[in-house]
């Protein structure tokens, strides 16, 4: 089997009003991605998506796009979409960093080769752990009041955990929190994520008021630079701290267990760089004793369905924390034909071959922007 | 002074053939750049350059300049551009990363303060603290006699410090070293460049057999997140090492003193995100006892000059256990500018005209643009 030829789609889907979504990054109301599919010479396509969030991860769609049809498309052409390590060597000479190009890259292949041998991505990457995933629904960092309707809202729909999107000013986030916590009972776990938005003197504030209201984990209290800082409220807060955007590389989990800035990591395909890395970092952060939980950059279908089959396949899980395996529920549309395998509370792997998910034609159309 | 417009300009330079470099990261044998041009409402123009190679910066040309168009512009359009500290954070909102594209947004920010004040940059930096910088002539990896025969003509050129790249194999980077080091006499400083090619095993492996080849300095033996690794040949080798890959913008900086992975760091305009920030990562570098060179993503000439500006301003440069690698006009049969900067083998001077102090030759510019 070897690559023909490989496309690049640039998309923009708006997000749903219901949730408003916003962060301590700022508020995004539409957002880019890249599709992309891998053709084998056996006429077999396997699916990627790359998520395009400039503010965040740098990568755009535009040079994203051109890096595909360019040099890029070329030197895949002819490789083997089964062997990962020529596949990797490929993408080390085509550029360097973007993590979410890889990861997409990765994707698809996984996706062609898995239909190939009809099986499921998941098996390829090692085997199945589980099929059921456990999720958490995220609110944003908005006005106290609306966010507790959007509580409210919840209710009835299965979501057992919630994150609450703070780090945009600390008495609006103890209240933000509050908010939810009234609205939702004893019952519901909360989670918050800072995103970097506090300062490591209004942390510890802040932290005593979560505690009492008994949020479970903190997630990227303090800039992703601030490795002693974070250190440094572990010892005053019961809530499991957790690194996201300090947590791309292998060394980066390696330096949070040298410098004990974090209980748990969060990892996902895009920003660790592939599926595979993925699990290698999942598996290293276990056995340096910490805890693993995987986020998300708000994929569409393509994107979630990957992230399903990463989780699935991972040996490690936290039990605290579960995924943020949500990314479609935010968008007028997926992408994809049929996106039931995201629930409310809780997600599935997409059931068939490879990533187990098909593009929707009519919906690419609408959202492509390259036409 | 308002900015009205951010102009930008694929160009495609050939290095000449005799001289184009191959190292542990690959072959650069052109230079896909883009060209940037800041417009204001007072008809002065600053001028900046993205030095974008894909393998190396890991930015391209089309990518620069779609983060231009749709994110930089926007958000500079209308500002004034005497305010560079605060359009650089303003440009660091709009997008994360792409380093070198920020950098020549804010180099041009620099060229119009200059050319608005009718002073060189680097009088704005604080002014000259010393008249110019020592370099050393980069040599390519290569067979043996082919390295030692680049490494004869830049001597001829009147080079008396050079580097050669090594980090694949070490028997045959062992044998280059030797067979430069053979060319060029014992009077002449020569490092090594392994691009971060090694392993940590070889790195160690090479000390003695580059010491007896009296290297003077390593550079980026290991990969650049292995800061343990950096600090390991550190502890081996009597000679200065070198971080390059492992440093970009200061944070980076940061790391590899608190690391104690490098003796001396090498500072890009480009990797650090702009002149501002290359400064912040010399200071981070002086305050804790390293030193700092001027690294080489082979600059055309308004990169360059950025560069001199950045070297004769800036306390802390340690060209004399590591000269600069300001010497893409060795590389290069043309360029882009009307007048060749102050530079020769061995030492490069400032311009001392307004600004950059560098005028772009437009028929050369029309001649390399790659997009038409």
Not at chain 1, 196 to 210: D, F, H, S, V
């Amino acid at each position: 089997m070897r690559i023909r030829r490989v496309s690049a789609i640039p998309v923009r889907v708006p997000r749903t009003a219901r949730f408003l979504p916003k962060t301590a990054h700022g508020e995004v109301m539409a957002s880019e991605y890249v599709l992309l599919e891998i053709e084998a010479d056996n006429g077999a396509v396997g699916l990627g998506e790359v998520t395009c969030s400039p503010r965040w991860n740098g990568e755009e769609a535009a040079g994203t796009v051109a890096l595909v049809h360019g040099p890029l498309g070329q030197a895949l052409k002819g490789l083997d979409p089964s062997s990962w390590p020529g596949i990797s060597a490929c993408l080390d000479t085509a550029f360097t960093a973007r993590p979410f190009l890889r990861a997409a890259i990765e994707m698809a292949c996984l996706d062609l080769v898995a239909r190939h041998y009809e099986q499921s991505a998941a098996q390829l990457l090692g085997g199945v752990c589980r099929d059921q995933i456990a999720t958490k629904f995220v609110l944003p960092a908005r006005d106290p009041r609306l966010v507790r309707a959007m509580a409210e809202d919840l209710a009835g729909t299965g979501v057992r955990v919630v994150k609450v999107k703070v780090g945009t000013g600390a008495d609006g986030d103890i209240a933000r929190v509050s908010a939810v916590r009234s609205a939702l009972g004893p019952g519901v776990t909360i989670t918050v994520d800072a995103n970097e938005g506090w300062q490591p003197e209004e942390a510890r504030r802040i932290l005593a008021n979560l505690d009492h209201l008994g949020v479970a984990a903190v997630e990227q209290p303090l800039s992703r630079a601030a490795w002693t800082a974070s250190a440094g409220l572990r010892t005053l807060s019961s809530a499991a701290i957790v690194g996201d955007e300090s947590i791309w590389t292998l060394p980066d989990v390696f330096r949070s267990a040298q410098t004990g800035a974090f209980d748990m990591v969060s990892l996902y395909p895009g920003k660790c760089g592939g599926l595979r890395a993925t699990l290698v970092m999942a598996q290293s952060a276990a056995a340096l004793g910490l805890g693993v939980t995987f986020g998300s950059n708000l994929e569409l279908g393509v994107g979630a369905a990957a992230l399903a089959h990463v989780i699935a396949a991972s040996p490690v899980l936290s039990p605290l924390v579960p995924a943020d395996l949500i990314g479609p529920l935010y968008f007028e549309s997926s992408l994809i034909t049929d996106q039931s395998f995201i629930g409310w509370g809780t997600a599935a792997v997409p059931a068939g071959a490879g990533l187990g998910v098909r593009l929707d034609a009519d919906a690419v159309a609408k959202y492509r922007t390259d036409r | 002074m308002k900015i009205t417009d951010i102009e930008t300009i694929p160009v495609v330079v050939p290095l000449s053939p005799e001289r184009m470099i191959r190292g542990a990261r690959g072959a650069h044998d052109r230079s896909p750049f883009l060209i940037v041009r800041v417009h204001t409402d007072e008809g002065l123009a600053g001028l900046g350059e993205v030095s974008c190679t894909p393998r190396w910066s890991g930015e391209d040309a089309v990518t620069a300049r779609h983060v231009c168009d749709a994110y930089l512009k926007p958000s500079l359009l209308g500002q004034d551009p005497a305010d560079v500290e605060r359009l650089s954070g303003v440009m660091g909102q709009a997008i994360v990363g792409h380093h070198f594209t920020k950098a020549a947004v804010e180099m041009a920010l620099w060229d119009l303060l200059g050319k608005a004040l009718a002073v060189p940059v680097y009088r704005l930096l604080g002014g000259q603290i010393r008249p110019g910088a020592r370099t050393k002539f980069s040599v390519t990896a290569a067979e043996p006699s082919r390295s030692a025969a680049v490494a004869r003509w830049a001597c001829e050129q009147g080079f008396t410090a050079m580097k050669v790249k090594v980090g694949t194999s070490l028997p045959d980077d062992v044998a280059r070293v030797a067979a430069v080091r053979d060319a060029i006499g014992a009077d002449v400083r020569l490092g090594v460049d392994a691009n971060g090619g090694w392993t940590r095993a070889t790195a160690a492996a090479a000390v003695a057999p580059l010491a007896a080849a009296q290297v003077a300095f390593i550079e980026q033996p290991v990969p650049a997140r292995d800061l343990p690794g950096m600090a390991d040949v550190r502890h081996r080798s009597s000679v200065p090492v070198v971080a390059d890959e492992s440093v970009g913008v200061p944070e980076d900086a940061q790391d590899v003193v608190q690391a104690a992975a490098a003796d001396v760091l090498s500072v890009y305009v480009g990797m650090a995100g702009g002149i501002g920030a290359a400064r912040r990562v010399a200071a981070v570098a002086s305050s804790a006892g390293a030193g700092w060179t001027i690294g080489s993503n082979l600059e055309l000439g308004i990169g360059l000059a950025a560069h001199i500006h950045l070297a004769v301003s800036t306390p802390g440069l340690d060209d004399e256990r590591v000269p600069c690698d300001i010497i893409s006009t060795f590389y290069y049969d043309d360029d882009l500018l009307v007048q060749p900067l102050p530079i020769r083998a061995g030492w490069a001077q400032p311009p001392t005209g307004p600004g950059l102090g560098v005028e772009i030759d437009e028929d050369k510019l029309a001649h390399y643009r790659s997009d038409d």
